[in-house]
């Protein structure tokens, strides 16, 4: 069989698709000087094409083979790009010179390199017939592009069969309960950056948190309250007006004797709204007499959930039935204890991920003129006013007016103001 016949006749068979060339019709196929067809994804047309100079002539051999292997890197590339997200593997008929009239130009070192990769396919049984008649024409694979590793699924995460917060088990056999806590756990993954931040956050206003709850034989569950109450921002306002991060609303707060005024709000200090928290926390506790309860009370109010409880003849939280807030309210609590508890298993990070503590020290700063701005005490202090604005969110304002207030600041081994101090005499 002639050359170019068995040449038309492997791209046929190999792809199932009509095989074109461009050759003069008076030059017959065997005497073009070199052949070469293209069997690419089912995206691509298949090509058989002489080279021809722009007179009709043949190209010099030299040239043809450069322009040959052009047009396999190319074709290559195209190839690759188009079928980026299909497994099909590129295969291309080896490129055939049937009648050499010069001696081989030397490939490019990075298409000896390519050429090193790539694979010889034997012929099939029925293909070896073909072989004998016309000099063996190889196949070449090229590799299939490594694909990314298997999807991320959210479903890879599964609620554990018990689960227990402030030392109380929680009815997971119930099936509402379980679907409750479960959509807010999934709605915590769902939202991975902000999950991430959320978590890192807990490593700075944690560790207080935890010294406080410990000292007043509180849970140290509660303290995933702060992640659903503020996401750890001391600053956090709602459209309720409740500030600060455990988000006291102003009456309440001033029943624990957080005040504010146009200069500073207590709720918004960590330290003093914990503090508050923690009692408020313990007296619901011992009104309803159940955590469960007592953290709905905190999210409503007392007196409604007393309410709810007469109307609807329970004793149980997980059986209330009330505005959608309150009721994922607990839920959420509980699912943002499985997950930032072990933030290394379901967001990838460990400990020293968190952030820092930071090294504060608290001083006491006398205003002797009618008001300061904070840019200029946090120059006393060796910082500077977007610093100390973050480590005060409880002051309000840009000044601090006439008397005496107290301030964290950067701890440091000798402070900015020891260089102002008076030598001693």
């Not at 146009?262 to 330290?271: S, T």
């Not at 059986?319 to 839920?331: I, N």
Request: glycine residues 4%.
């Amino acid at each position: 069989m002639a050359l170019g016949d068995r040449l038309i006749e492997h791209g046929q068979r190999l792809h199932g698709e009509r095989v074109y060339h461009s050759a003069r019709p008076d030059l017959p196929l065997e005497s073009v000087p070199v052949s070469i067809y293209f069997v690419l994804s089912s995206r691509m047309t298949t090509r058989l094409m002489p080279f021809q100079s722009p007179s009709n002539g043949i190209v010099p051999t030299s040239r043809l083979l450069i322009g040959c292997l052009l047009s396999v890197v190319c074709e290559l590339s195209i190839a690759v790009t188009a079928d980026s997200a299909d497994t099909h593997q590129i295969i291309l008929p080896a490129v055939i010179d049937a009648k050499p009239t010069a001696p081989n130009v030397e490939p490019p070192a990075s298409a000896r390199e390519k050429s090193a990769a790539v694979e010889e396919l034997t012929p099939a049984p029925g293909e070896e017939g073909d072989s004998a008649q016309g000099g063996d024409t190889p196949l070449v694979v090229v590799p299939p592009v490594e694909r990314p590793s298997q999807r991320y699924f959210l479903s890879s995460f599964k609620l554990p069969a018990q689960m227990t917060f402030a030392g109380v088990s929680v009815p997971l056999d119930n099936w509402q309960v379980r679907e409750r806590i479960e959509y807010e756990f999934y709605q915590f993954l769902a939202e991975e950056g902000e999950s991430i931040i959320m978590a890192k956050r807990t490593g700075r206003c944690f560790p207080p948190v935890e010294k406080q709850l410990a000292q007043s034989g509180l849970p140290d569950d509660l303290k995933y309250m702060l992640l659903v109450e503020s996401k750890c921002i001391s600053a956090a306002f709602s459209k309720a007006k409740a500030s600060g991060p455990w988000q006291f609303i102003g009456s309440t707060g001033k029943r624990y004797k957080l005040y504010s005024n146009q200069w500073r709000d207590d709720r918004r200090d960590l330290e003093m709204s914990t503090e508050a928290a923690i009692k408020y926390l313990r007296y619901l506790k011992q009104d309803l007499g159940d955590w469960f309860l007592a953290m709905a009370a905190y999210n409503a109010g007392e007196d409604r959930i007393r309410k709810l409880l007469k109307e609807q003849r329970i004793t149980d939280y997980w059986k209330l039935h009330y505005v959608r807030e309150t009721m994922r309210y607990v839920p959420r609590i509980i699912a943002a204890k499985e997950i930032y508890s072990q933030p290394e298993k379901y967001l990838g990070l460990t400990k020293k991920d968190l952030y820092a503590q930071l090294d504060t020290e608290t001083v006491a700063v006398t205003i002797k003129e009618a008001q300061r701005h904070l840019a200029s005490i946090a120059q006393d202090y060796g910082t500077y006013f977007l610093e100390l604005k973050m480590l005060n969110p409880e002051i309000r304002k840009e000044y601090l007016p006439k008397g005496t207030h107290s301030i964290r600041v950067p701890k440091q081994a000798c402070p900015f103001r020891c260089l102002k101090q008076d030598p001693t005499p």
